[in-house]
């Protein structure tokens, strides 16, 4: 069941990356909560949202007017599964599209499948641990570093491995840990 999880999450993290809202469907149930939980001022997120249409117009229009170059990877040796229950950390790289500057976040999903019916998520807690905003002259390091990853599925010693030595992103390096 792990791998149709997975799966269904690689649909979601396309949608979300590449602008495709119509992929939504294929991910949540129709009266699916979305939850954030953002420890960051660097970003925002409305609390709650109900309903796939306003998850996609949260996660992937609004999210996409603001943002380009998305790469979001789930760290493989993280996942958790518990019945109907995956987690896992992720990370994401892009840049702003107004200033064009580079950003890194983290943090924790929560995914909750609908096992009994469609099998699609029916609730879903983003934790956004960080989002770290980097100089400009960091754009080109950041986005080739996240664009190189292997995606969307990547092991945490990977991340690391591969991260520019930029100061800024000392935090990330907790992903290994």
Excluded at 82 to 107: E, I
Excluded at 110 to 116: A, C, V
Aim: glycine share 6%.
């Amino acid at each position: 069941m792990q791998n149709d999880y997975k799966k269904i999450i690689s649909i979601y993290i396309k949608a979300k990356d590449d602008s495709k809202p119509h992929l939504m469907n294929s991910v949540f149930s129709e009266n699916a909560i979305l939850k954030m939980k953002v420890q960051t001022e660097n970003i925002s997120f409305p609390a709650d949202v109900i309903g796939v249409d306003d998850i996609t117009e949260a996660l992937v229009r609004n999210f996409n007017n603001t943002y380009e170059n998305i790469y979001t990877v789930c760290l493989s040796d993280t996942v958790e599964q518990r019945g109907d229950v995956l987690a896992c950390r992720w990370l994401v790289g892009m840049t702003d599209k107004a200033s064009g500057l580079p950003r890194v976040g983290f943090g924790d999903y929560q995914w909750i499948f609908d096992g009994e019916g469609s099998g699609l998520v029916s609730h879903l807690t983003i934790a956004i641990d960080d989002m770290i905003v980097l100089p400009l002259e960091f754009q080109s390091d950041v986005i080739s570093w996240c664009a190189n990853l292997s995606y969307p599925w990547v092991l945490s010693s990977e991340v690391v491995a591969s991260m520019p030595d930029i100061d800024l992103l000392a935090n990330v390096r907790s992903l290994a840990a």
